[in-house]
C-alpha cells in the first residue's frame, strides 16, 4: 500500500504574520490506518480536506473538499486528521489565531514498501494521546507573547504534579512560569486506557488570552 500526503497550503482566516507551520517529523497517516473494507475492495483514491485550527494548533473541524469516490477514505482522512494533526498555530502581533489549512492525502494499494510521508502523530493504533489543553485569562498579555506555552508534566505516585518543564516557550519567562504555575495546581495524571495505570507524563498547550472589559 502507498499512502501519501500532501499540504498544499495553510492560510489564516485573517491576514497573519506568521502561518500555521505543522508540528514534529513523524506522518499523521500510515499504511496501518488503511480501512479494513475499503482495502478488501480494492477502493484507491485521493482524498482533499480542509481543517479549522484552532489557537492551540489543534485541528477542530475537517471537510473533505474533494471526494476520493469512496465513503470510507473520505471519512477516515478526516477522523485520523482531527485526531492527530497538530500544528503550531498562525500568528499575528503575537496572538495567536484561528486558521485554515487545505491538504490532500491519497490511498493507494499494491506491493509498494510503506511510505511514510507527513508531518505529526503515531503508526495506527500506536497514535500519541493528544496534548491537554488549558485556556488561561489574563488581565493583558505582554507584547513578547508569541504562541501557547507546551510544557511537559511529571507525576508522583499520589498522581501530583512533581515537576513541570517547558517544552515550547511562549516567548515570554513569566507567561511559561504561570503556565506551570497552573498546571502544578490543575493538572491530573491522565490513564492511558481503561484499567491501566495512570501515566507518570503529560503535555499541555497552555494558552493565553487578554479579559476584555465588559462595555459600559
Given amino acids: 500500500m502507498l499512502l501519501v500526503m500532501a499540504l498544499l497550503a495553510a492560510q489564516a482566516t485573517t491576514e497573519a504574520s506568521v502561518k500555521p507551520i505543522p508540528r514534529g517529523d513523524a506522518p499523521w497517516i500510515t499504511n496501518d490506518d488503511y480501512p479494513v473494507e475499503e482495502a478488501r475492495a480494492h477502493h484507491e483514491g485521493v482524498v ?7 489557537v492551540l494548533g489543534h485541528a477542530v473541524k475537517c471537510d473533505v473538499t474533494a471526494t476520493s469516490g469512496y465513503v470510507g477514505l473520505d471519512k ?13 498555530p498562525a500568528l499575528e502581533n503575537g496572538r495567536a489565531l484561528d486558521s485554515r489549512v487545505t491538504g490532500n492525502f491519497t490511498w493507494r494499494l499494491g506491493n509498494a514498501p510503506p511510505y511514510r510521508n507527513g508531518v505529526d502523530g503515531g503508526v495506527g493504533v500506536a497514535a500519541p ?4 489543553a488549558l485556556q488561561l485569562t489574563v488581565e493583558r498579555l505582554p507584547s513578547d ?6 510544557a511537559s508534566v511529571s507525576f508522583g505516585t499520589d498522581q501530583r504534579v512533581v515537576d513541570c ?17 497552573q498546571l502544578r495546581a490543575l ?9 491501566a495505570a495512570a501515566a507518570k507524563t503529560a503535555e499541555y498547550i497552555v494558552s493565553f488570552r487578554a479579559d476584555t472589559p465588559a462595555k459600559p
Wanted: hydrophobic fraction near 40%; include cysteine; charge should be positive.
Fill in 76 to 88: 477516515q482522512t478526516c477522523f485520523l486528521m482531527m485526531r492527530r494533526a497538530r500544528f503550531n
Fill in 129 to 132: 494521546v493528544p496534548p491537554g
Fill in 165 to 181: 518543564r517547558v517544552l515550547e516557550s511562549s516567548g515570554n519567562s513569566a507567561i511559561d512560569r504561570a503556565a506551570c504555575g
Fill in 187 to 195: 493538572a491530573t495524571a491522565p490513564s492511558l486506557k481503561a484499567g
Fill in 145 to 150: 507573547y508569541r504562541q501557547p506555552a507546551r
Fill in 48 to 54: 482533499g480536506f480542509a481543517l479549522q485550527v484552532d
